[in-house]
């Protein structure tokens, strides 16, 4: 059974900007994210896969229907399987909230055009 659905659209050039910011990935990015980011040679590609997890956590914020201040960015983090497909790894009050709910978090992410879009998709049971 579904539990909520969230889509967000981001664009690219906003998200580029902030990371050049350290805070904001400190803040925004789990370690893991930022490892990933690392990873990524082109800087092109960094920003598009920076701007993509920054819509996930919203998108899966707006699934919740706990808006902005639901949980800490960064207890959100969008990995890859090494096939490339992503996933929702939570941490903290985010795990809670799905381990207490009985949910599983699912997530598509796309990228074009300069905007990153992610659709989060909560099940039940």
Request: aromatic residues 8%; glycine residues 10%; contains cysteine.
């Amino acid at each position: 059974m579904i539990y909520g659905v969230g889509v967000d659209c981001v664009q690219v050039a906003r998200i580029a900007k902030s990371m050049e910011k350290p805070r904001f990935a400190e803040r925004v990015f789990s370690e893991a994210e930022r490892a990933l980011f690392e990873q990524i040679g082109a800087e092109a590609k960094r920003d598009e896969t920076a701007a993509a997890n920054f819509a996930a956590k919203e998108a899966f914020l707006k699934a919740c229907g706990v808006g902005l201040g639901g949980f800490a960015l960064s207890e959100i983090a969008a990995l890859r399987r090494e096939s490339g497909a992503p996933y929702y790894q939570l941490s903290g009050a985010a795990l809670a909230f799905c381990e207490e709910n009985g949910l599983a978090a699912h997530l598509s992410l796309t990228h074009e055009g300069g905007m990153a879009v992610a659709f989060a998709v909560l099940e039940k049971g």
